[in-house]
């Protein structure tokens, strides 16, 4: 506990200017999160879906971040060739609170007797809050440090591609294409703050893939690949096993960082719930208990609706 305490204002510090340099949230259960970084991702489902996800990151640890979003998506017509999506994300981390509200919208065709290409579009708003006093500074009177972003509101727009069939998927997707600084640089004059202080494009690849080991199992591993400039990449590659199309068990590792338990359950044709910890494989696992997310999807099917082939993705 006195670790925590002692490094808690450096780390702070460090963590705002993540928050500042809107680096996207990341997610462990990011197969079941397509929606928030793809926006083509909407409609392919066939049916009204939403999810709702909760992150709690380092927990234990002061200022840790914290995310929740929430996804729904349609299709807008019989043959499923158009979609259309809500995305919001919430986001705290130290100082900075963090909130976007997206409209995502896809349109699909068939490309084979089973594989379909949807290209989508997102556009919304971000708005960002960065209170500097709730930080500990060695010098408070520290010019670059006394001027908070109080509701910076910024525009949002994205696209991507996803292509997808029964046991298949891969996408690449940009969620925000826009550069804008948060601060003015008259404000920030002989400083390097705003270096850290502009949007960056962030670069998106999932994959995945269902596999039938048996009659009872079934093998489903996924990746997700982000680049952003002047940052290290990022790989994640997770490992999930279904069982009766009911139960899912699987681990995932996140290069570098950490690696991760994920258990998933159907509890109705229309409910699924996952929940997944991550143990950090760098020094901060030294100063919190983990990671921790829970994910919840539904499925709200019309009666007359029959799905005979189970959705994966």
């Known amino acids: 506990m ?5 490094l808690t204002p450096m780390l702070l510090v460090l963590i705002s200017f993540y928050a500042i340099a809107q680096q996207d949230s990341q997610y462990t259960q990011y197969m079941y999160n397509t929606q928030v970084i793809n926006p083509a991702y909407v409609g392919s489902r066939e049916t009204l879906s939403l999810g709702v996800l909760g992150r709690t990151q380092w927990v234990g640890f002061e200022g840790s971040p914290q995310t929740f979003t929430f996804t729904a998506n349609a299709p807008l017509d019989l043959y499923n060739s158009m979609g259309l999506g809500l995305s919001i994300v919430h986001d705290e981390i130290g100082p900075a609170v963090e909130s976007n509200v997206t409209l995502d919208y896809s349109y699909t ?4 007797k089973s594989g379909r290409l949807s290209f989508g579009l997102k556009g919304g708003v971000d708005l960002l809050d960065v209170d500097f006093n709730k930080l500990s500074f060695s010098d408070p009177n520290d010019p670059n440090f006394q001027n908070n972003v109080d509701q910076k509101l910024q525009p949002q727009v ?6 997808n069939s029964e046991r298949f998927y891969v996408g690449m997707s940009v969620p925000n294409f826009l550069n804008t600084k948060h601060f003015d640089e008259n404000v920030l004059q002989d400083s390097n703050v705003t270096s850290v202080a502009v949007e960056r494009l962030h670069y998106f690849l999932i994959l995945g893939h269902v ?13 997700l690949i982000k680049t952003v ?6 790989l994640d590659l997770s490992a999930n ?11 995932s590792y996140r290069w570098d960082a950490s690696i991760s338990a994920m258990t998933g359950f159907q509890i109705s044709r229309s409910v699924f719930a996952g929940i997944a910890y991550d143990y950090q494989s760098t020094n901060i696992e030294a100063y ?5 997310e829970v994910f919840l999807r ?3 099917f019309h009666k007359s609706d029959k799905i005979l082939i189970p959705r994966f993705f």
Do not use: H, M
């Not at 006195?2 to 002692?6: E, G, L």
């Open 241 to 251: 096993f279904i069982l009766n199309e009911k139960f899912v068990l699987g681990a």
């Open 229 to 234: 400039s002047g940052s290290p990449l990022q």
């Open 288 to 292: 919190s208990d983990g990671s921790y």
């Open 109 to 112: 065709i068939d490309v084979s």
């Open 2 to 6: 006195q670790k925590k305490k002692i």
């Open 158 to 163: 994205g696209a991507g591609l996803y292509f």
């Open 211 to 223: 596999f039938d080991l048996n009659r009872s199992w079934k093998f489903k591993p996924a990746t």
């Open 298 to 300: 539904f499925d709200i």
